[in-house]
């Protein structure tokens, strides 16, 4: 099946600080890619919809400004948190649709802010 | 509202015995129905899927799951469980539609016991 990396796999950052996780299709073209936030022991909950060339479109109440999304080619999507604070902390994964809205799942990124 | 309900929040099941995991939704348009598994601190990994066809789907790993339109629901089994199976089962519904993310449920926490 489609593969999806993701990097860095964890991160430790300080308060104030900005961090950006990659997320990479390896063997296909992906022009939507999704973006999910996991806190311990729950679900996943989608936090914007990166489109290729395109502004990201964002899940409600989820701030633009603080998680910056950049999908700059078919196979990259970048998601960075600005001015990180504890809060943010988090499991992040990313996805990219393939046909019939199947998607393949990144191996996630843990953000630790201190 | 679209929606995915996991009514088990943890279930504990003897080793080689039989599994049934609930899952039931609440979708406008013809579902895309998923199961996936995540292991601790790791990404999910797609057990199976069901688009349209056959209502009892196989997946990996010795899962199947039943689609019944009816009930709004789409259970996952397997006969015979291993303690490798123990791990975190996510149910997820989605669209045909390009762009549409899923839309996941809280998950069920499998434990097997000796």
């Known amino acids: 099946g489609a593969v999806v990396s993701q990097h860095p796999s964890w991160v430790i950052c300080k308060s104030g600080t900005s961090v950006k996780i990659e997320c990479r299709s390896l063997?296909?073209?992906?022009?939507?890619m999704f973006w999910y936030r996991q806190f311990p022991k729950q679900s996943l909950m989608l936090m914007a919809t990166?489109?290729?060339?395109?502004?990201?479109?964002?899940e409600q109440g989820v701030e633009k400004d603080k998680f910056l999304i950049n999908h700059a080619s078919l196979t990259l999507s970048t998601l960075t948190v600005t001015s990180a604070h504890p809060e943010d902390s988090s499991f992040y994964i990313c996805?990219?649709?393939?046909?019939?809205?199947?998607?393949?799942f990144g191996p996630g990124t843990r953000l630790t802010v201190l | 509202a679209q929606s995915v309900t996991q009514p088990d929040i943890h279930i504990t099941v003897s080793e080689g015995a039989s599994l049934e995991l609930r899952c039931n939704y609440s979708?406008?348009?013809?579902?895309?129905l998923f199961w996936y598994v995540q292991s601790p601190g790791q990404g999910l990994q797609l057990l199976l899927k069901?688009?349209?066809?056959?209502?009892l789907v196989q997946g990996i790993k010795g899962f199947e799951a039943e689609f019944k339109r009816s009930q709004s629901s789409f259970n996952l089994r397997k006969p015979s469980v291993h303690w490798s199976d123990a791990a975190e089962y996510f149910c997820?519904?989605?669209?045909?539609?390009?762009?549409?993310?899923?839309?996941f449920g809280k998950g069920t926490t499998l434990s097997v016991s000796s």
């Open positions: 996805s990219a649709r393939v046909v019939r809205n199947e998607q393949f």
């Open positions: 063997d296909f073209q992906a022009t939507t």
């Open positions: 990166s489109n290729e060339g395109s502004k990201a479109t964002y």
């Open positions: 979708y406008g348009a013809t579902p895309y």
């Open positions: 069901y688009f349209s066809g056959d209502t």
């Open positions: 997820a519904v989605g669209s045909n539609q390009a762009g549409t993310a899923l839309i």
